[in-house]
């Protein structure tokens, strides 16, 4: 089954708005996390919520759990230029062992 | 702030030749990975190793992957006979081996075939 299914796949905004991007699952999971990747480059990570927490703030950064839904979302608040990159959700669950299931991502752009 | 580092940046090879990517995990790290990712698609676990041994695989890690920690630092990604599909950018990451503290990747390396 698809594990982490990001929306939008795609979201414009100027700088200084909120973006948002959800991320659904379909199976129980241990955790939730959020990497950023810059065009062609690595997977930087962002912030992980536990099944058991609601939510989580890092920064700029807030991230909803909700597991009655199987959804999350990221809210990057007060957007720059720099934040220009695709984010994925990333899950592991005790079925699955010790290893990550990405989304497909969604691309943000900020623009200035 | 330790850093997983991968070598080469960039490889491009000829079909059926064999190639050798390398990654240099954090040094206390317990568990090592391998992820890829074809152009436009999701990234994509291929394995994880863990005491010197594989200790989970995905369906993509066929005998055609191998995968070696030859010294205290390295760790090696081997693809044999490669085909064109192979082409992805390819990311080693390591952990702790506690999932909640996330996990340290690469920057990758970007595999052509051709």
Known sequence: ?112 | EPEVTQTPSHQVTQMGQEVILRCVPISNHLYFYWYRQILGQKVEFLVSFYNNEISEKSEIFDDQFSVERPDGSNFTLKIRSTKLEDSAMYFCASSTGTVYYGYTFGSGTRLTVV
């Open chain 1, 1 to 112: 089954s698809q594990q982490g299914e990001e929306d939008p796949q795609a979201l414009s905004i100027q700088e200084g708005e909120n973006a948002t991007m959800n991320c659904s699952y379909k199976t129980s999971i241990n955790n939730l996390q959020w990497y950023r990747q810059n065009s062609g480059r690595g997977l930087v990570h962002l912030i992980l919520i536990r099944s058991n927490e609601r939510e989580k703030h890092s920064g700029r950064l807030r991230v909803t759990l909700d597991t009655s839904k199987k959804s999350s979302s990221l809210l990057i608040t007060a957007s720059r230029a720099a934040d220009t990159a695709s984010y994925f959700c990333a899950t592991d669950a005790e079925a699955a062992g010790n290893k990550l299931t990405f989304g497909g991502g969604t691309r943000v752009l900020v623009k200035p």
